[in-house]
């Protein structure tokens, strides 16, 4: 059952909206009919939609997609579409497209095909549009290979209440680290929290499609198939579907022939030894438009482990048929026009099992806390005023004694030595810069569980006290810094264990305070990897990475961490737990994503307690290096990567020939080679050796030279360790930065070219490819941290940080120091937009305040983006009239480092008894 769906001021009545109204609204904003009541409005652009929303509201009526419309609602006006359909930018080098939502799906899809890409999913209704994909997260064609609308968008374009336009990403690159995640909040809001006119959505590249069909004896069998298929490290479907009334399979491959072939060829063999039977020829044209992705018949989600005793009981009332659209759910569907009653009785069923139905509102699969929070999102995006209350924000001596009566006196500090311990990050800032916020926090609590957070945060919420939540601190922009002194909430100390590993279902339950590594090797013992994780692993903790929207280790593959989210739970601004999921089984028509609203925000919305990750069959990982005689060698090679339809490495990644100097400089064992590309493939022998064969290819046709496993194999295990020179006692800095993907070869001219104009003593050039569009570049730098001079360093942070922008890309990440630069990422419209979401979700300014969306200082000067962007080109200025750094070759000298590695040599060699020792 669809619930109501538009957009209406707050507190509206559409009740009170006569025909009479509806009438003159329509003569008022023209383009607008009216039929025994129900207006329909077709706007020819989105000018015309900016114009007509407030007057629409202003009436009191609500606005809402024609393609949402469920019956005819009074008081509604609805917003046909249609007249917007065209394709307005087609990317073949960023492998985007923007479309208007109006445009059919098959249109859309036909013309990226003519391109040598698809869209990989979408809808499989015969006339669907782009609206009829956008507004809910359901499964759809291809979602076992692509995912839902949540994987495959880059960009929304929009109109909100106030009739302001606004967009929430990038057309050519992720929006990885860049705020609020507004995307998942549009893509999957039904239309309640504005119009949507306009997406960008990434496209493949398409080699072939070519399906297999298998018949089985029985429900149980076909449920042992899909489950060993689902357990299979290298096989990846376009799409599974079937149909239960004849006990019958489609499983279809896309991708480079060669590949495909090796796909159903293997495929096969498993089909055969559990007993299926091959059947016909099918092909994918016959695919799209059954019933089993009919959007329009009501779906059971079900838990894969559980399909035949679903379908045993669903099959006699109707015709069921479905796909498999992830490793642990069945969206299964009943064709035809069954009764209230049977579809009753199938929906208890599936919830018996574990699942869930779309005919029940989606609101009773979420808890009180929950659904109360999903309201409060729609009042952020619909700018509901909030109350101005004065609160002390005092943490005083009776407030302490009601926190250790909640977390235990051992879990709370008040020592002086731990509140400076707890007031920073790991930025090399001098201690001038934190005067300019109460940094110090007041108390440290280390709690054990979600309830003790919730008990913790009420409390602040009741006084106004600020609540910050704080990982291992392994970042350098302040993100865990306190502005506002308050609650320090230690997530690292005793939330921080693997609770569930679940090989069945293919999914691992874990405490936010966990640091990856712990969860990487708990995975890894029983032969399964996480989808993506920070290079920073070994310290880096869940919470903290996932808040930040971050990209690292197996994004390329896998999608970063918040796509790889199944559940989580969070504490939000008055002590709410809210749950955003389901362990074990996708979110499918579940309004708002949670799973992702969350990321980006860097711990302003509300604190992570625990996180349940999609977990991946491993097979065996396996490294490949190359070596090059320039950096901008690499060039050519990861353009041809980044096009092909099948190759996908779980991992790839750079490093210069200054870096391994660098290394070796410092003491450090380093391989001796000049510029380095790493190629991490996983998954089992036979696709990782046709993999392996394609990139021994193409390096060699570039140029690149393939050096011994036993270098790829250090370099990869050195994945997380890339600053060792740091131990002479030299600062180290990165300057992150990203950047699309096309722009790779010449970007790193510009990061040379910066050094030698920054006067920058270069450690090297670092970085990882993201997704097909977009780059991660880290080149790092030495500083001298004792000088008050070295802080002019930072300007080269600055500097790359406008070279990215001339390409369309930007640094990263915002914390407290680098708040300001929200500004100059986003329009104005959508950064009002992420500070009303703020003011709704957090209006006592409990949730680490001072963070992303506001950067004021204790003083009360804001760090506005001009007011920085002075300092920057200041910063800048004054680099560049100071001589060449040389940190690294003073403190080697200054620190006799080689004479110390000599003395620890010969201090090995002693005779017990003689006094040498």
Known sequence: MEVETHMKSIGADNSKVTPEIMSQLAALIGKTTVTDGIAVFKPADESEIARAIPRILAAGAGATSLARKKGSQKGQVYVDMSGMSEILCFDEVAMTVKVQVGCKIADLEAAVNEKGFTLGAYPGKAGATVEDFVYSEDAVLGSYKY??????????????????????????????????????????????????????????????????????????????????????????????????????????????????????????????????????????????????????????????????AFLDCAVSFGKIAGTVPDRSTVAAKIAGTPSAEDIDRIADKAEELGGRSSSRCFSKYRDEATNAFSKRIEEGMLGASVEDVKLSREVTPAIIEKIKAIVGEKNVSTTDMDRILYSHDMAPLPKEAGLAFKNLPDIIVRPETPE????????????????????????????????????????????????????????????????????????????????????????????????????????????????????????????????????????????????????????????MATVTFRIYPMGKIRPLAYEFDTL???????????????????????????????????????????????????????????EEAWFDAVAEKYGGRKISYEIAEHEWEERCYEFRARHIGVGEIPAEVIVPTHDWGVFTDRCYEGFKEMKMEAGGIIGVMVDRSTTLFMPYYFKDDEMITGMLSFGYNFYLGDVAAEYGGRSTGFGVFFAWNLDNIHSAATVAKMRELKTVLDPHDVVNPGHVVCGSTRFGINMTKNLMGMGSTLMQTMKKLLPADKAFSGNAKRFRYEDLEEVKVLDRVHTLGDGSQ
């Open 147 to 308: 995912g839902t609308i949540k994987d495959c968008i880059y960009n929304v374009y929009a109109v909100d209440c106030n009739g302001d336009s606004f967009e929430t990403g990038y057309d050519n690159i992720g929006y990885y680290m860049s705020g609020y995640n507004l995307t998942q909040t549009m893509v999957a809001s039904y239309g309640r929290v504005g119009l949507i006119t306009a997406v960008t959505l990434k496209v493949s590249p398409l080699g072939v499609i070519k399906v297999a069909a298998y018949s089985f004896p029985d429900f149980a069998v076909m449920q042992a198939a899909y489950m060993k298929l689902v357990h299979e490290p290298s096989l990846k479907p376009l799409n599974i579907s079937f149909n239960a009334a004849e006990k019958c399979t489609k499983i279809a491959y896309q991708g480079n022939e060669d590949f495909v072939n090796a796909d159903i060829e293997a495929t096969d063999a498993m089909m055969e030894e559990l007993g299926a039977s091959k059947i016909g020829e099918p092909s994918w044209a016959k695919s799209v438009g059954c019933d089993c992705v009919n959007p329009d018949f009501t779906t059971f989600y079900v838990p894969l482990k559980n399909l035949a």
């Open 632 to 690: 901008k060698a690499i060039n050519e090679p990861m353009q041809e990567t980044v096009n092909d339809a099948s190759v996908r490495p779980l991992h790839i990644a750079w490093s210069d020939y200054l870096h391994f100097e660098g290394q070796r400089k410092a003491g450090w064992h380093a391989p001796d080679v000049t510029n380095l590309w790493l190629v991490t493939l996983q998954g089992d022998e036979k696709h990782n050796g046709m």
């Open 452 to 607: 003790q957070i919730a008990g913790v945060v009420r409390i602040a919420y009741e006084n106004g006290i600020a609540v910050i939540p704080r990982g291992n601190a392994s970042w350098g922009l302040g993100g865990c810094m306190p502005t506002s002194a308050g609650i320090l909430i230690d997530m690292s100390s005793k939330m921080n264990k693997v609770l569930e590993i679940n090989e069945e279902e293919l999914y691992v339950k874990v405490q936010a305070g966990s640091t990856w590594k712990n969860l990487l090797e708990a995975c890894m013992k029983k032969g399964y990897i996480i989808g993506s994780y920070p290079s920073s692993f070994p310290a880096a903790t869940l919470g903290a990475w996932i808040s930040t929207n971050g990209m690292g280790v197996g994004s390329y593959k896998y999608g970063s961490a918040r796509e790889n989210v199944l559940n989580s739970v969070y504490i939000v601004d008055d002590g709410s737990i809210v749950t955003t999921g389901f362990d074990n089984v996708g979110s499918y028509r579940q309004m708002y994503n949670l799973n992702q609203f969350f990321s980006g925000a860097e711990g302003t919305l509300g604190i």
